[in-house]
């Protein structure tokens, strides 16, 4: 009788560079791949409608590619914890591998489990896989967490360089059948009425094989320019690896070591290397923050900003604002662009964060909301640490209040109004629903309350 390795696939579907199925395979056992579909598990946050979208055809992918490998993906709904046991019975296996998650509901639910199946007798072993660093081995000298992202860095970068990527393995062993497990289809994770998913099919292809090729396109094609043009919404400049980094179809070290191949040398392709590496570096910094802040999408990160006065909301400004109708042409574009496209320009969501937040005086958490409901790429720790780092609450060394103008971002970093051009051509015409100078008083006003909480 052979005694199965499992592997549970959660924000790593791909094959190359997974350590835990790479452990799997050496330990010689047929392996059955597993996804859990876990909207029970306390604390676990639902997924949105443009993450449930990526993950359908990301997990359709990951099928095909353990089935062409001789292995087979299990998909089944529940908690988590109760669904391992379960396949775990079903299959007699001896060993449970993954690859870690740094989320406070995650890290207790895999913990607790981990407990209980070594009690069993089974196997079972975590591996660093998806940020470069473990969040708790870049430590102050002090030897507390990080609070601003420069001295995050520089330590970061002095700690061992991040290891190679794994390779893809060609051939994993399965059992002869399939263990039972649900038709993905059953899972009704893609939209039907309405079918809103048009502009996402057109721009996205999900999937291993495809993120795997886009990285190369970047890195061959456009990371000269990305350091110039990486601000600049219409140029297309930037690497649209999010998603791919999102459900881990390509690993934090893959892209890092890539990155350092193609950037070698010196001159704009040097620059622009380093730069992309760094925004990486803002990725490790943001799950640093949620590991050591796990409430980071609920509770202000800067406890004095508990005193910030938000007024009573405004629906229809919160509707203008999802819609892309405040007459504000660069916020228009940019929420039009991510309802489209399930996805913005980084820039662009600076500004329109800025507008919700300090603008229309709207609470940072019915936007990190929004974005997470339409953004392909929503993660637990980026999206509410861009939101809070914009609102003011967050990890930001500024020592002043941001605001983003929108009008003068607009003739910065879009002078030629293709961005808006192609997203929002109505709204230039149009009265913007608050006056920009007089909302941007009282946002300053209002945080003085702040000020004066510290
Ligand atoms: C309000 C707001 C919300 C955001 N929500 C998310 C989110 O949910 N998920 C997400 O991945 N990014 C989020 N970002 C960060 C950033 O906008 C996106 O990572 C970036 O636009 C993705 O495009 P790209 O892959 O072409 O980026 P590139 O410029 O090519 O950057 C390469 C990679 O670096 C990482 N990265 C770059 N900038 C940041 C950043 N500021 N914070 C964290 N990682 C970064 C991403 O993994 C990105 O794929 C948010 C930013 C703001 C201002």
Redesign the pocket.
């Known amino acids: 009788m052979s005694s199965p390795s499992i592997v549970w696939f959660r924000d790593d579907l791909r094959l190359a560079d997974h350590p835990a199925l790479r452990a799997a395979i050496d330990r010689g056992e047929p392996v059955v791949g597993l996804y859990v579909l876990d909207e029970e598990s306390e604390g676990i946050r639902p997924l949105g409608g443009a993450a449930r979208w990526w993950l359908h055809h990301s997990l359709a992918s990951l099928a095909d590619d353990l089935r062409a490998r001789g292995s087979h993906l299990v998909l089944r709904r529940g908690a988590a914890a109760s669904v391992v046991r379960s396949l775990v019975d079903d299959t007699g296996a001896g060993a449970v591998y993954w690859n870690r998650r740094y989320g406070g509901p995650e890290r207790a639910i895999d913990t607790a489990l981990k407990d209980g199946l070594r009690s069993d007798g089974v196997e079972v072993e975590s591996f660093a896989a998806n940020v470069l660093f473990e969040p708790w081995t870049v430590k102050t000298g002090s030897g507390t967490p990080f609070s601003v992202f420069t001295p995050f860095w520089n330590a970061a970068r002095n700690l061992p360089a991040p290891r190679e990527p794994l390779p893809r393995p060609r051939e994993i062993p399965g059992l002869r059948s399939a263990p039972a497990g649900d038709d993905l289809d059953d899972w009704e994770l893609l939209p039907t009425r309405p079918d809103w998913a048009g502009g996402l099919r057109e721009r996205w292809q999900p999937g291993e094989a495809a993120a795997r090729a886009r990285l190369r396109e970047f890195l061959d094609h456009d990371l000269g320019s990305y350091d110039a043009a990486?601000d600049e919404p219409s140029a297309g400049a930037?690497?649209?690896?999010?998603p791919r980094?999102?459900w881990g179809e390509l690993s934090p070290h893959t892209v890092w070591h890539a990155g350092v191949e193609t950037g070698g040398g010196t001159g704009a392709h040097a620059t622009s290397a380093s730069r992309?590496l760094s925004?990486?570096g803002?990725?490790e910094f943001?799950w640093h923050t949620l590991y050591h802040f796990p409430d980071l999408a609920t509770k202000n990160w800067r406890k004095g900003f508990d005193a910030f006065p938000w007024p009573a909301l405004d629906p229809a400004h919160l509707t203008a604002w999802e819609k892309g109708e405040t007459g504000v042409p660069m916020v228009d574009a940019g929420m039009r662009e991510l309802w489209h496209t399930g996805y913005m320009?980084?820039r662009v969501?600076?500004v329109t964060?800025s507008f919700l937040t300090k603008n229309l005086l709207i609470d940072w958490r019915l936007g990190e909301q929004w974005?997470w409901d339409t953004?392909v790429?929503?993660?637990g720790a980026?999206?509410a640490?861009?939101?809070q780092w914009?609102a003011g609450s967050g990890a930001d060394a500024s020592p002043y209040f941001r605001i983003f103008n929108p009008e003068r971002q607009a003739e910065k970093f879009d002078p030629k109004g293709l961005y808006i051009g192609q997203w929002a051509p109505d709204s230039a015409g149009r009265e913007p629903i608050v006056d920009l100078a007089a909302t941007r008083k009282a946002a300053l006003q209002a945080y003085e309350a702040v000020k004066r909480a510290r």
């Open positions: 990486r930037t690497s649209l690896l999010s980094l999102r992309f925004e990486l803002w990725r943001a320009h980084n969501r600076m964060a974005f953004l790429d929503a993660d980026s999206n640490f861009n939101w914009v």
